[in-house]
Nanobody, 124 residues
Framework: QVQLVESGGGLVQAGGSLRLSCAASGRTFSSYAMGWFRQAPGKEREFVATISWGGGRTSYGDSVKGRFTISRDNAKNTVYLRMNSLKPEDTAVYYC?????????????????WGQGTQVTVSS
């Protein structure tokens, strides 16, 4: 069992930056790949980024490539999402998730555990 708690969301102006954190409980955090997804009102859940269990492999959704960076600190049981050059279309609830598959996936169905989400709002 893994419990995930996101933090770091908020209101930011377009062009600004935020760093989201996701703290995980449990001693097996390092064996999970981790991912970030987002969902805006009236839209489907969208893949943002994923990182492998050891941090050596990352992947990003096309809409965030070059602006967002996913990282993890297994000693702190935490995964991060650094978001730069934010746009109004990045406004959404951001969720972190854990995938026992270890190498990460862009499909939300592969993930076993989810956090409650944190709201990110980007004003124009």
């Amino acid at each position: 069992q893994v419990q995930l708690v996101e933090s770091g969301g908020g209101l930011v102006q377009a062009g600004g930056s935020l760093r989201l954190s996701c703290a995980a409980s449990g001693r097996t955090f390092s064996s999970y790949a981790m991912g970030w997804f987002r969902q805006a009102p009236g839209k489907e859940r969208e893949f943002v980024a994923t990182i492998s269990w050891g941090g050596g492999r990352t992947s990003y959704g096309d809409s965030v490539k070059g602006r967002f960076t996913i990282s993890r600190d297994n000693a702190k049981n935490t995964v991060y999402l650094r978001m730069n050059s934010l746009k109004p279309e990045d406004t959404a609830v951001y969720y972190c998730a854990a995938d026992s598959g270890r190498y990460g996936s862009s499909w939300y169905g592969d993930y076993d555990y989810w956090g409650q989400g944190t709201q990110v709002t980007v004003s124009s």
